[in-house]
């Protein structure tokens, strides 16, 4: 066992090259051991084994600068670097992050969760290496489709005027998370083809140094190239051909599919029983009311920024909508704007993207939408404090960054009948941009029709009437409104009228007058940030009257893979919590 010996690169470089493809088997073993058990990122960090061991075995980290695009290709990179026993051992599987984190180890330079960025991040090591007088390897590794982001576009075209040493590693996996999408492609398809030979070279045309490696899973050729570039004193692009879950052989068939994945079965791929999700959800909802959309007007338009499934956007969805549908790559802020040009001619576009990605947005938002306001829908996804929970990928953030953009509706259902009224509404709507927080807690149905119309913009609903405290329960944390009205009445004898805001962006302003007849408390519950949230609009509107407000949200900061429950707690968001804080307030 070679694996056992490794706690650092030191011990990389002391394997002989025929040890190596042996390292990878084990390597191999190790991820698919946890992945299995723990999940995250199956393909990209499979189709990376050999490439990562050459690096170190090339390179010398820390002083050499490694720097991982997107980051989720590092479970390697990390069990080189002294982190084997977070992928060998079960009880230290969450000793590490799933993505690049100095706080692990020196070996990791930045937090990376978003993609599209290595190349920048590495230009600003190089630049600071050569205002210091260093001497160092700098080196970013980009790939699994995140040549497609505007960022990576950017820091190609800076480093191509580098007369300084600067390393680009290109993993050419041919996919993204699904297949990849963009003029580009066609060039690294020639290049594979040509064997990095045709005259048409993108890296080329930008005044970078180009090297193609045939075989990217061959840990001796991809040594061979690394040593070759070593120490260069110019910019250059090491490209890589390599398979993406490279020894896995479900991963390789189903590339897709594998991409990130809940724990699954090893032999069958099959994610396990308890990870399984039963009843409907608003990914597959999406798909199936867009389809129908579809086959009705041929003006309406699906988009996604590489990230298909977030609108349930499968293999057989994509093919039913053809033209209907769009993957621009990691490119929201094309998505967006492309988005605000469709609307513009009269189609009617919609983008689905989760919470975490829209944040590289705001400025097509504010500039290419929200001015033009033209009438195009945003789907946020995942926008919620119990989604996923590394701190490159938090939910926190859309409602302050989206709901004060003028111009801009954002809507937050409660229900399932809700969503889909308030997306059928905003399809067919002409008036101004239209942002939907898909709700978080499960497609919950209420079995209640709902009109398809918010053309009366700010108007809440009041679902419960009641007197001296109000709750108005947003989006996701409606549900939890109604436990917190059902305990005050049960227990403590107080009857709280409940709302249903449904509109984020602005105020029901004779609404909120009229509960100052006889209400002394107004409570509001956000599932995200309450700075810059819709609580502090409430807050602020009641701020010269003696309506007391009590806003409930998460406190701006950085949460990094907390415990639900614990965080919840900590914000005093549970309800029990909740109604001790009224209790105390009113």
Same mark, same amino acid.
């Not at 111009?407 to 941009?433: D, G, R, V």
């Given at each position: 066992?070679?694996?056992?010996?490794?706690?650092?690169?030191?011990?990389?470089?002391?394997?002989?090259?025929?040890?190596?493809?042996?390292?990878?088997?084990?390597?191999?073993?190790?991820?698919?051991?946890?992945?299995?058990?723990?999940? /995250?990122?199956?393909?990209?960090?499979?189709?990376?084994?050999?490439?990562?061991?050459?690096?170190?075995?090339?390179?010398?980290?820390?002083?050499?600068?490694?720097?991982?695009? @997107?980051?989720?290709? *590092?479970?390697?990179?990390?069990?080189?670097?002294?982190?084997?026993?977070?992928?060998?051992?079960?009880?230290?599987?969450?000793?590490?992050?799933?993505?690049?984190?100095?706080? #692990?180890?020196?070996?990791?330079?930045?937090?990376? /969760?978003?993609?599209?960025?290595?190349?920048?991040?590495?230009?600003?090591?190089?630049?600071?290496?050569?205002?210091?007088?260093?001497?160092?390897?700098?080196?970013?590794?980009?790939?699994?489709?995140?040549?497609?982001?505007?960022?990576?576009? #950017?820091?190609?075209?800076?480093?191509?005027?580098?007369?300084?040493?600067?390393?680009?590693?290109?993993?050419?996996?041919?996919?993204?998370?699904?297949?990849?999408?963009?003029?580009?492609?066609?060039?690294?398809?020639?290049?594979?083809?040509?064997? /990095?030979?045709?005259?048409?070279?993108?890296? =080329?045309?930008?005044?970078?140094?180009?090297?193609? @490696?045939?075989?990217?899973?061959?840990?001796?050729?991809? &040594?061979?190239?690394?040593?070759?570039?070593?120490?260069?004193?110019?910019?250059?692009?090491?490209?890589?051909?390599?398979? =993406?879950?490279?020894?896995?052989?479900?991963?390789?068939?189903?590339?897709?599919?594998?991409?990130?994945?809940?724990?699954?079965?090893?032999?069958?791929?099959? *994610?396990?029983?308890?990870?399984?999700?039963?009843?409907?959800?608003?990914?597959?909802?999406?798909? %199936? &009311?867009?389809?129908?959309?579809?086959?009705?007007?041929?003006?309406?338009?699906?988009?996604?920024?590489?990230?298909?499934?977030?609108?349930?956007?499968?293999?057989?969805?994509?093919?039913?909508? /053809?033209?209907?549908?769009?993957?621009?790559?990691?490119?929201?802020? *094309?998505?967006?704007?492309?988005?605000?040009?469709?609307? %513009?001619?009269?189609?009617?576009?919609?983008?689905? @993207?989760?919470?975490?990605?829209?944040?590289?947005?705001?400025?097509?938002?504010?500039?290419?939408?929200?001015?033009?306001?033209?009438?195009?829908?945003?789907?946020?996804?995942?926008?919620?404090?119990?989604?996923?929970?590394?701190?490159?990928?938090?939910?926190?953030?859309?409602?302050?960054?989206?709901?004060?953009?003028?111009?801009?509706?954002?809507?937050?259902? *409660?229900?399932?009948?809700?969503?889909?009224?308030?997306?059928?509404?905003?399809?067919?709507?002409?008036?101004?941009?239209?942002?939907?927080?898909?709700?978080?807690?499960?497609?919950?149905?209420?079995?209640? =029709?709902? #009109?398809?119309?918010?053309?009366?913009?700010?108007?809440?609903?009041?679902?419960?009437?009641?007197?001296?405290?109000?709750?108005?329960?947003?989006?996701?944390?409606?549900?939890?409104?109604?436990?917190?009205?059902?305990?005050?009445?049960? #227990?403590?004898?107080?009857?709280?009228?409940?709302?249903?805001?449904?509109?984020?962006?602005?105020?029901?302003?004779?609404?909120?007058?009229?509960?100052?007849?006889?209400?002394?408390?107004? @409570?509001?519950?956000?599932?995200?940030?309450?700075?810059?949230?819709?609580?502090?609009?409430?807050?602020?509107?009641?701020?010269?009257?003696?309506?007391?407000?009590?806003? %409930?949200?998460?406190?701006?900061?950085?949460?990094?893979?907390?415990?639900?429950?614990?965080?919840?707690?900590?914000?005093?968001? %549970?309800?029990?919590?909740?109604?001790?804080? &009224?209790?105390?307030?009113?």
């Amino acid at each position: 066992m070679y694996l056992e010996q490794i706690n650092s690169p030191a011990d990389v470089k002391r394997l002989n090259i025929e040890q190596l493809p042996v390292l990878a088997d084990e390597v191999r073993t190790a991820l698919l051991e946890k992945l299995s058990q723990h999940g /995250g990122h199956i393909g990209p960090n499979f189709g990376m084994v050999e490439a990562t061991i050459a690096l170190h075995y090339v390179f010398n980290s820390p002083e050499d600068k490694l720097v991982f695009d @997107v980051s989720h290709q *590092t479970y390697v990179h990390k069990m080189l670097t002294g982190r084997r026993e977070a992928f060998t051992s079960a009880e230290h599987y969450d000793d590490v992050s799933g993505y690049s984190e100095p706080a #692990e180890s020196q070996h990791d330079h930045f937090i990376i /969760g978003h993609t599209s960025t290595s190349i920048s991040l590495a230009l600003g090591l190089a630049k600071g290496r050569d205002l210091r007088g260093g001497n160092e390897n700098i080196v970013a590794i980009i790939g699994d489709g995140s040549l497609s982001g505007g960022e990576a576009l #950017e820091g190609l075209n800076v480093a191509g005027e580098l007369s300084t040493n600067f390393i680009i590693v290109v993993n050419d996996n041919q996919m993204s998370i699904a297949e990849n999408h963009g003029g580009m492609y066609r060039n690294l398809l020639q290049l594979r083809e040509s064997k /990095g030979t045709c005259s048409c070279n993108l890296f =080329k045309a930008m005044g970078l140094d180009y090297l193609y @490696v045939e075989e990217g899973n061959d840990p001796a050729a991809v &040594i061979e190239a690394l040593q070759k570039v070593k120490d260069t004193g110019h910019p250059i692009v090491v490209h890589i051909n390599t398979l =993406k879950g490279k020894g896995f052989q479900l991963a390789e068939q189903e590339k897709e599919r594998f991409h990130w994945g809940l724990p699954f079965d090893k032999e069958t791929g099959e *994610t396990r029983p308890e990870y399984v999700h039963a009843g409907e959800d608003y990914h597959s909802l999406t798909a %199936k &009311i867009l389809l129908k959309e579809m086959q009705n007007d041929p003006s309406v338009v699906a988009i996604t920024a590489g990230t298909p499934a977030v609108m349930g956007f499968g293999p057989e969805q994509r093919r039913a909508a /053809g033209r209907q549908f769009i993957d621009v790559g990691i490119a929201e802020e *094309t998505a967006v704007a492309m988005a605000s040009g469709i609307a %513009k001619r009269g189609a009617h576009p919609v983008f689905g @993207v989760y919470s975490t990605f829209v944040q590289r947005t705001y400025d097509q938002l504010s500039q290419d939408l929200c001015i033009n306001n033209n009438p195009a829908t945003l789907l946020v996804y995942v926008g919620t404090l119990t989604g996923m929970n590394d701190v490159t990928h938090l939910g926190f953030f859309d409602i302050p960054l989206i709901a004060n953009i003028p111009n801009m509706i954002y809507l937050a259902p *409660t229900s399932k009948e809700e969503f889909i009224a308030m997306l059928h509404w905003s399809l067919h709507q002409t008036a101004c941009p239209v942002s939907i927080r898909v709700p978080a807690n499960g497609a919950i149905s209420t079995n209640q =029709k709902i #009109e398809y119309d918010f053309n009366e913009i700010n108007k809440y609903q009041v679902t419960r009437h009641g007197q001296k405290v109000a709750i108005l329960g947003l989006g996701s944390f409606y549900q939890l409104g109604e436990c917190v009205c059902d305990i005050l009445k049960k #227990e403590h004898g107080l009857e709280a009228t409940l709302i249903n805001p449904r509109f984020i962006t602005g105020l029901d302003i004779n609404l909120l007058d009229n509960l100052k007849d006889n209400h002394n408390l107004v @409570v509001t519950l956000e599932d995200g940030v309450l700075d810059g949230g819709f609580g502090e609009k409430i807050a602020r509107y009641y701020g010269t009257t003696s309506v007391r407000t009590l806003c %409930k949200g998460a406190s701006k900061a950085f949460a990094d893979r907390y415990d639900y429950d614990e965080f919840l707690s900590a914000n005093r968001l %549970k309800a029990e919590q909740i109604v001790e804080d &009224i209790l105390a307030n009113c």
